[in-house]
């Protein structure tokens, strides 16, 4: 209970202080992370983590990420679905699989003693996007508002992509190091997971959109009411996918898909109680990732995980981005902007914790964790670093732009 007490203490001082905090960049999640690397370092810490049943702690991990999908899903504007449609699906179509591809051709070449699937588990932790460590450039109005919106689309989009590939990648590394070479059943049994989970989204999804829009039309329910209502679908898709065989956080983001459409009839903020609850939760996460490293450098990192951690944050997004917006009516600075412009966060953090519980140490778990804790803190640090150079360099070329649709 005391390490809570400190996650909310910590949590309530950055939220009175979050304006002038704001003006040196310093986000919520980069707070809770050096709180967590502060108070978890040394040979005699003042506070450790104690993951106690593992079990739980991957369930209570899958269920952070099922919310957190489901938001995701749910805020993606479609007007710049509509409107960059193009783009869009350049971005999600071909840079995504090809920086997949790019990520673990790069493994294969530094860590070459990894099994493949291993190395493919690896390529699916360190690709997702997450924007909340670099929110200050979504929100940077001298970044033309166009640029934002597509990335905010696609950092919506691509961690509930990516999650089916994730959940085969395990699979197999783990049936890999089990029984070695057959690893056939397992991925059939993740096909036929990710298949009950597209059901069980889709299913409660669509349902509880239709019965809401309808509900709100005729006046039959209350803002606050409407709230709740939204906060249960994911837990309801989830439950019912895990109930069924299937993947719960993978539900929870077809869910998201699903109700979208309906959502645009809504009031505006009835996500809002869902999207705060992601917040809290990825928050705490955030925090025991500053626990992992300070045990990563306690322990000490090898070189080769530092410049596969540099290459996945640079050249791995970089060079399948300006390739796959070739043609279009992108400038190379934009272009640029769009390939850089890919921070990793809790999406990653999550991937590795989850390939860590269900990969043993000897298995590639370990390995894949101490990747994935060098690959975020670069990601930090590079794209904080970066973004008020970004944002001068544009202010410079063109005037402000509004602030996107869509960004919360």
């Known amino acids: 209970m005391l390490a809570v007490t400190v996650i909310a ?4 001082t950055w939220c009175v202080l979050s304006r002038r905090l704001a003006l040196w960049s310093i986000t919520a999640p980069i707070a809770m992370m050096v709180a967590g690397i502060a108070l978890t370092s040394g040979s005699d810490p003042p506070l450790v983590f104690d993951l106690g049943d593992m079990a739980g702690f991957e369930h209570a991990v899958e269920v952070v990420l099922a919310l957190l999908l489901f938001v995701d899903a749910t805020e993606v504007p479609a007007g710049v679905i509509r409107r960059e449609r193009r783009i869009v699906a350049r971005l999600l179509g ?13 493994a294969l070449a530094f860590f070459p003693d990894e099994p493949g699937w291993v190395l493919a588990t690896l390529a699916t932790v360190v690709v997702p996007l997450d924007l909340a460590p670099a929110s200050a450039v979504v929100r940077d109005k001298r970044i033309p508002a166009r640029l934002r919106e597509v990335l ?28 070695g070479d057959d690893y056939t059943e397992a991925l059939l049994d993740a096909v036929g997971a990710a298949g009950w989970a597209v059901g069980a ?3 409660v999804g669509y349902v509880t959109g239709w019965l809401l829009r309808r509900s709100w039309a005729r006046d039959w329910t209350l803002s606050g009411a409407a709230r709740l209502a939204v906060l249960s679908v994911p837990i309801a898709a989830y439950s019912l996918s895990a109930a069924l065989g299937g993947n719960g956080f ?38 025991l990732f500053g626990q992992l490293v300070s045990d990563e450098f306690w322990d000490g990192f090898h070189l080769s995980v530092v410049l596969y951690a540099l290459l996945a944050v640079t050249l791995v997004r970089l060079v399948p981005v300006m390739l796959a917006l070739i043609g279009t009516d992108l400038s190379l600075s934009d272009r640029l902007f769009l390939g850089w412009m890919g921070p990793r ?30 690959t975020v803190m670069v990601s930090i640090v590079l794209h904080g670093l970066s973004a ?16 996107p649709r869509g960004v919360g």
Do not use: Q
């Open 9 to 12: 203490g910590i949590l309530f």
């Open 152 to 179: 905010n689309v696609e950092g919506g989009l691509s961690d509930g992509i990516v999650s089916p590939v994730f959940l085969l990648c395990v699979a197999a590394a783990a049936e890999y190091h089990t029984v």
């Open 94 to 106: 071909a840079a995504l699989p090809l920086t997949l591809v790019a990520a673990f051709l790069t």
């Open 345 to 374: 966060g809790v999406t990653s953090v999550v991937f590795g914790l989850l390939a860590a519980i269900e990969l043993p140490a000897a298995g590639g778990g370990d390995f894949i964790s101490r990747v994935m804790v060098i």
């Open 250 to 287: 993978v539900a929870s983001f077809v869910a998201g898909v699903c109700i979208a459409p309906a959502m645009r009839h809504l009031p505006g903020d009835t996500v809002k109680m869902t999207d705060d609850l992601v917040t809290l939760l990825t928050l705490a996460l955030w925090f």
């Open 388 to 403: 008020e150079p970004i944002g001068r360099r544009y202010a410079r070329g063109r005037p402000a732009s509004p602030e």
């Open 201 to 203: 989204g889709s299913l």
